[in-house]
C-alpha cells in the first residue's frame, strides 16, 4: 500500500511499550483501522503473557500462610489459642481449662513435622496420606491427625474446608459438660473459665501430693500397746 502513496500512520506506542508494535505487525487488521480497532483487537502475545504473570503472581501472594491460617482459626466459634511445644502454635475448641480440646497445630519451625497439623477424622485421613506432601502426623496418627508439609499442597479453598472440619469433627467430640460451658452467654463462661484457671494454677502450685495410705495396725490393736 505504501507504494501506492498511502500514509501507513505510526504505530503509537501503549502500555506494553514494544509489544504494541508487535500487534501492529501481528494483527492482520488495516493499518488504516489499527488506530480505531478496540483495546481487545490490540491485545497481543506479549498482554497475554503480562496478564498470566499478574494472575500467577496473584496466586502466589493470596496462597495461605500462618498468618492467613492463624486468622481463619480464630475466626471460627469457640477458638482458643496457646504457644505449647516449642515454636507451635496449638489451637482449641474451647478453654482447655475447661476441657477444651486441640484441632490444629501450626509450626512456626516447620522442619521435618510439616507446616500444619490438624485433625482430618477417619474417612478423610485415609484419602489424605495419599496425597503427596500429606503424611500421617507424628504422635498423633493414632488419632487420625494429618501432618502438611508445604503451605502450596493446598488450595485456600482446600485449607479453609479441611481446617474448619477439623473444628466441626472436635466440637462434635466434645464431653456434655464441656459443650455447656461453651453454650452459656460470653460473660458467664469468661467466669468459669477464670475460676477454674485459678484452681487449676493452685494445684500446680501446691505440687504433687502423695496419698496418704492405710496404717498399719500393731498387733496389739489400734492404739494399744502390749504389756
Avoid at 7 to 19: D, L, S
Avoid at 83 to 99: H, P, T
Amino acid at each position: 500500500m505504501a507504494g501506492r502513496g498511502v500514509v501507513i500512520p505510526p504505530v503509537r506506542k501503549g502500555a506494553y511499550g514494544w509489544c504494541t508494535r508487535r500487534t501492529a505487525q501481528n494483527t492482520g487488521i488495516s493499518p488504516l483501522r489499527r488506530q480505531s480497532a478496540p483495546p481487545s483487537v490490540e491485545m497481543t502475545k506479549c498482554g497475554w503473557a503480562l496478564q498470566a504473570v499478574r494472575g500467577w503472581l496473584g496466586l502466589i501472594l493470596s496462597r495461605m500462610d500462618v498468618e492467613k491460617a492463624r486468622t481463619f482459626l480464630l475466626g471460627l466459634p469457640h477458638v482458643v489459642e496457646t504457644m505449647q511445644w516449642g515454636d507451635n502454635l496449638v489451637f482449641w475448641v474451647g478453654d482447655k481449662a475447661v476441657g477444651g480440646k486441640m484441632f490444629c497445630l501450626l509450626n512456626l519451625d516447620a522442619g521435618a513435622h510439616g507446616v500444619v497439623s490438624y485433625s482430618a477424622g477417619p474417612e478423610r485421613f485415609a484419602e489424605l496420606v495419599e496425597r503427596e506432601g500429606i503424611v500421617p502426623a507424628p504422635y498423633m496418627a493414632r488419632i487420625h491427625w494429618v501432618a502438611v508439609d508445604r503451605w502450596d499442597v493446598l488450595r485456600n479453598v482446600e485449607w479453609e474446608r479441611e481446617l474448619r472440619a477439623a473444628h466441626e469433627i472436635t466440637l462434635t467430640k466434645l464431653p456434655k459438660g464441656v459443650r455447656a460451658v461453651l453454650a452459656m452467654p460470653e460473660r458467664a463462661r469468661a467466669k468459669v473459665i477464670a475460676e477454674r484457671r485459678k484452681v487449676l494454677a493452685e494445684r500446680k502450685k501446691a505440687g504433687p501430693q502423695r496419698k496418704a495410705g492405710p496404717q498399719k495396725k500393731s498387733k496389739g490393736g489400734a492404739g494399744t500397746k502390749s504389756s
